[in-house]
């Protein structure tokens, strides 16, 4: 059976025209179940205008993610939802307000659990189950663009840093990346979203090599090996030279600058040195750096306090000569901040 929400557009196409489907009906398709979010009705409302193979080859119902539970901060706005797959496995969604009034961006998961270890991490420590299909992921954001519409808000942007890594879901990823940004799929601008990894590089060289339109983030952990070993070790095992090489490429490639993501802890990768190795490692790379302070309930892990990391930001702009910013990472009250979600009810 087919679930329109379960291929890129350019697959279902090819699977529609099989049964017969012309543009329009391919269009009113994705539009029905990815564009305007109403599942079953939209089908119900294409039947008549699609060919009647392909309307009896589109599974019947559409699954759909249940929304267990939805909670917002009252301190920042962030809200993070709680669904529950069908085979009952939790998966965790986080809205993320903008500075624009009315815009938001939906932090999405790809992955139940994440084999990636990362220290600082409470997705590390749930069992790793299973890779999200396509539609789970879309519907992720199918659904959180429902709930603020209510409230008169607008999903603009996507982020795939939620739950599990999405370079080890590549093919499913790309699918759903490529539903949100088609025209009559949730028409979000390939701009404005951005697929994370913890430094994946024959993924990423894949990512360069299929010129993805998407924005590239890395999570970088620590500039050393020996750092990042201790607080990113399976991702470690590819020296961190290599990453930064891949990203150069990608950079050089598509004339763009890639997100290093840098996530700050204090005492472990905020010093003079953490500075100095940066600089040498990025180099003329054109990358911007998104400094992030750790979030860890099991208080391991310390953001760093106000001199500390005046002091790193100091050492920064004498090492690194590209643009480096503090990124928010709110939510910290409902568990929706990044490295805190374990899909707990
Ligand atoms: S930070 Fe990302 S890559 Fe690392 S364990 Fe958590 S979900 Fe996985």
Known sequence: MLDPRDLAPTDFEVHARALGANDLAIRRLLSAVVGQGIHDRGIWGARFQVP??????????????????????????????????????AVETVLIPLHRPGAVSVC??????????????????????RNLETWEIVDQLVQARERVRFEGR???????????EPFLNYD?????????????GAAIGAPAITIS???LVPEIDRFTRERR??????????????????????????????????????????????MLAYVCISGRNVGEDDARALGDLIGDTPVRLDLIDVTDPTGRF?????????????????????PVVRRYSGGKDIQA???TLAGLA
Do not use: W
């Open 302 to 322: 310390r953001p760093p306090g106000d001199d500390e990391r005046k002091t790193f930001r100091d050492a920064l702009s004498r090492y690194v000569g590209q």
């Open 213 to 258: 339109p998407f924005r590239l983030s890395i999570s970088l952990g620590a500039a050393t090996d020996a750092k990042r070993a201790e607080l990113v070790p399976i991702a470690a095992r590819t020296p961190v030279a290599e990453v930064m090489a891949a990203a150069r490429r990608h950079a050089l490639d598509r004339r763009t600058r890639v």
């Open 52 to 89: 009647r193979r392909l309307f009896e080859a589109i599974r019947n119902p559409l699954p759909r993610l249940i929304l267990e539970r939805a909670e917002t901060s009252p301190i920042d706005g962030f809200s993070k939802l709680l669904f529950r797959t069908v085979d009952g496995l």
């Open 172 to 184: 499913r990823v790309m699918a759903a990346a490529e539903l949100l940004r088609c025209s009559y």
């Open 108 to 129: 999405l998961s790809s992955q139940v659990g994440c084999a990636m270890g990362c220290a600082f991490c409470a997705t590390a420590r749930m069992p790793r189950r």
């Open 197 to 199: 990894t913890v430094g």
């Open 154 to 164: 607008r999903v603009t942007g996507a982020v795939f840093m939620g739950m599990g």
């Open 337 to 339: 901040a990044c490295g």
